[in-house]
Every structure is written in structure tokens, then in C-alpha cells.
Nanobody, 126 residues
Framework: QVQLVESGGGLVQAGGSLRLSCAASGRTFSGYGMGWFRQAPGKERKFVAAITWSGVYTYYADSVKGRFTISRDNAKNTVYLQMNSLKPEDTAVYYC???????????????????WGQGTQVTVSS
């Protein structure tokens, strides 16, 4: 079992930056692929970014490429999402998720992930 706790959300003006953190506890963190998803009110949960267990490979939704960066520190059991040049359409609850084993689902598919955090609100004002 893995517990995930997100932090770092808040209110920011358009063009600003935030860094989200996701702290993991429980099983060995370094063996897990990690992802970030977001969900705006009344909309479905959408993929934002993912990183492999080694940190070598990263994946991004087209809407955030060049603005967001996912990274991880396995020594600290933490994955990060650096968000720059924020836009009002980035407003959502952001969730981190852990993928405990090889899966046939792609990194952008929520079904790949076994554990989820409770989410952190990000609000970008115009």
C-alpha cells in the first residue's frame, strides 16, 4: 500500500508559477511510476504528466508541454510538478498517482495507476 499526499496548490495570477509536491509513504517509492492528473469542475479527470520509476522518461499532455516539468526525488519519496506560465484554464484539482507495476495502459491513462492522493486545488486568476 502507498499513501500519497499532495501539497503546494493555491491561488496564483495568470503567468505565475507554482510547484506541487506529492509525498509518498508505505511501499518502496522508487519502484513506482508516478503521474499527475487534474480535474476541473464538471469535467473528467485528465492526464497532465508522468515520470518513470527511474526518472529517465517523462511524458506530458500537449496542453502543458513547455510549461510544466515533472521530476522526482526517490531519496525523499517525493514527486514534483513545476508549473510555469500558468493560465486560467489550468485551474483544477491536481492529483498525483502511483503505478505499482508494469501495465498495458499508457502513462496517460488513469487506469494504469493503483494509488491516488486526495488532490490539491490550483486556481489561476486572469
Amino acid at each position: 500500500q502507498v499513501q500519497l499526499v499532495e501539497s503546494g496548490g493555491g491561488l496564483v495570477q495568470a503567468g505565475g508559477s507554482l510547484r506541487l509536491s506529492c509525498a509518498a509513504s508505505g511501499r518502496t517509492f522508487s519502484g513506482y511510476g508516478m503521474g499527475w492528473f487534474r480535474q476541473a469542475p464538471g469535467k473528467e479527470r485528465k492526464f497532465v504528466a508522468a515520470i518513470t520509476w527511474s526518472g529517465v522518461y517523462t511524458y506530458y499532455a500537449d496542453s502543458v508541454k513547455g510549461r510544466f516539468t515533472i521530476s522526482r526525488d526517490n531519496a525523499k519519496n517525493t514527486v514534483y510538478l513545476q508549473m510555469n506560465s500558468l493560465k486560467p484554464e489550468d485551474t483544477a484539482v491536481y492529483y498525483c498517482a502511483a503505478d505499482r507495476s508494469a501495465s498495458s495502459y499508457s502513462y496517460s491513462d488513469y487506469r494504469r495507476y493503483d494509488y491516488w492522493g486526495q488532490g490539491t486545488q490550483v486556481t489561476v486568476s486572469s
